[in-house]
């Protein structure tokens, strides 16, 4: 049942395009090198899915960016350069982001936090 639940989980990492007249997924060649998986695709795809769709995802990794000096995302950490660049031009949600679905974008910015209790404020009682 492990091995089971590790290649789930390796497929939720793998960027497909669903093909037309139901040939099944096709996982794009440039995610993969003679080890399997490639480090770049397997940190980037599960952030990129929670925001954009599949194509949109894999459109973006190859893409050059403004951010990442008009290198694509996926050469850009090949290259082994800063990931937090490559985290900053992460794309815009194309729909509604997993635990945000149904607020309202006014509702976002209106949002103050309460706040918050601090133990370290806490003062016990004198016995």
Not at 74 to 87: A, K, N, S
Not at 111 to 121: I, Y
Request: hydrophobic fraction near 45%; aromatic fraction near 8%; charge should be positive.
């Amino acid at each position: 049942m492990g091995g089971r639940r590790a290649l789930e989980s390796k497929r939720r990492s793998l960027l497909r395009i669903d093909c037309p007249l139901g040939l099944g997924p096709a996982y794009p060649a440039f995610q993969f090198d003679a080890g399997g998986q490639t480090r770049e695709t397997a940190f980037l795809a599960p952030l990129l899915v929670r925001r954009v769709s599949h194509e949109e995802a894999i459109d973006w990794l190859l893409r050059p960016h403004p951010l990442l000096a008009m290198m694509s995302p996926f050469r850009w950490l090949g290259d082994d350069l800063d990931v937090r660049r490559v985290i900053a031009a992460l794309p815009h949600p194309s729909r509604p982001v997993p635990g945000f679905a149904g607020v309202t974008e006014a509702e976002v910015l209106a949002f103050k936090p309460r706040r918050v209790w601090a133990p370290e404020a806490y003062q016990p009682r004198a016995a």
